[in-house]
């Protein structure tokens, strides 16, 4: 994935720009998804970097603005070109159980006659069932791909407790119990967090 960095000059655009990025799945380097407004008000922050699935903020003015981006009009113009092809992102397993009721001569009624798929479809928990339907009624602007594997680090602390590595507002290294607030990110960018004192685990 290539590096994208947009200029935005209101919050609304601010928040534009993220809902995009969040509908890909992609998070803050922190592993949340969030407005973070305190960003853009307080700390004058008006460029958003995202790079390899990590979003970051670049401040405005000084030595931090950015010398390669693009202007948020020109982001969401090429937004709405390639919205043509509606991509949605789901699990291998789902992937596969889709593309097995896309197969079948009738692939709705493949999906609830218990002969064929329904049993699968409904042990298995589908954030957009409706594009589903879509795509198996033949929907040809609708995609499925499988989304990237995120991962976190974790370790046990002195007194047993198993607690994850996380990142503070301010962007240094802390730690939590709770793992949904956990650090997550691809493989090759955890691997660079790694030490002896953390393993490494999928992220649900």
């Known amino acids: 994935m290539t590096e994208t960095v947009v200029h935005v000059t209101t919050l609304e655009q601010w928040k534009s720009v993220l809902d995009v990025w969040f509908k890909h799945g992609h998070r803050w380097l922190s592993g949340k998804t969030g407005y973070y407004e305190i960003y853009f008000t307080q700390d004058n922050s008006r460029y958003l970097d995202l790079d390899r699935g990590l979003i ?109 590595m996380n990142f503070t507002s301010s962007g240094n290294p802390d730690w939590t119990m709770n793992k949904d607030v956990a650090f997550t990110a691809p493989l090759e960018e955890i691997k660079k967090w790694k030490t002896p004192a953390w393993d490494i685990e999928k992220a649900d």
């Not at 090429?78 to 593309?99: F, P, R, S, W």
């Open 56 to 164: 970051t903020r670049c401040y405005s003015g000084s030595n931090q603005t950015p010398t390669h981006f693009i202007e948020y009009s020109d982001f969401m113009a090429q937004q709405k070109e390639d919205n043509k092809m509606a991509t949605y992102y789901v699990t291998q397993e789902q992937l596969d159980l889709i593309e097995s009721a896309k197969g079948l001569n009738y692939p709705l009624t493949g999906i609830t006659a218990p002969e064929n798929l329904q049993k699968e479809f409904d042990k298995t928990h589908f954030d957009n069932e409706k594009e589903i339907l879509r795509y198996l009624g033949g929907d040809e602007t609708i995609e499925f791909k499988v989304k990237e594997q995120l991962y976190r680090l974790w370790r046990v602390d002195n007194v047993g407790d198993r607690v994850y």
